[in-house]
């Protein structure tokens, strides 16, 4: 049973609605399984060269060693005879999620149960809670 890539590959038809860096692109984590697929992204198609976005240095060398078996792997499932050469590229490292901060101010409002609790000296204390119990409502 041939592969859909290769089914694909040989229709006219298909050719205006999948391009070849679309098969490739499908095809890649099939090619070199999960654990390499998750640490790659943006595969891409220039000319006979196959450019893939890794996520540092180290693995960019342990892939490049491994080359010649990815590609022969994508022209096997893909059925681009045309693919020459695999580029390992660094990619843009991505931000992780972070959690939102506040600003914490010096005298928090929302945080405590009394601003009054916020005045160091106990005199002024007691005249800013009395004062607040004469003002008006």
């Known amino acids: ?12 038809l298909s050719k205006n609605l999948l391009t070849d860096e679309a098969i490739v692109r499908a095809a890649w984590p099939a ?13 891409r198609l220039a000319r006979t060269c196959l450019v893939i976005e890794v996520e540092d240095a180290i693995w960019q060398r342990q892939l490049r060693g491994l080359s010649q078996q990815i ?5 096997k499932l893909t059925g681009l005879s045309s693919l020459a050469d695999v580029e390992f590229r660094i990619g843009v490292p991505r931000r992780q999620p972070q959690r939102a901060e506040t600003l914490q101010s010096d005298f928090p409002l929302a945080s405590a149960g009394d601003e009054a609790d916020q005045i160091q000296d106990p005199v002024l204390k007691k005249v800013y809670r009395l004062s607040r119990r004469k003002a008006p409502a």
């Open 1 to 12: 049973m041939e592969r859909a890539a290769r089914v694909f590959q040989k229709n006219k």
């Open 31 to 43: 090619a070199v399984g999960k654990s390499i697929a998750s640490h790659t992204s943006r595969v």
């Open 71 to 75: 590609l022969d792997r994508v022209r």
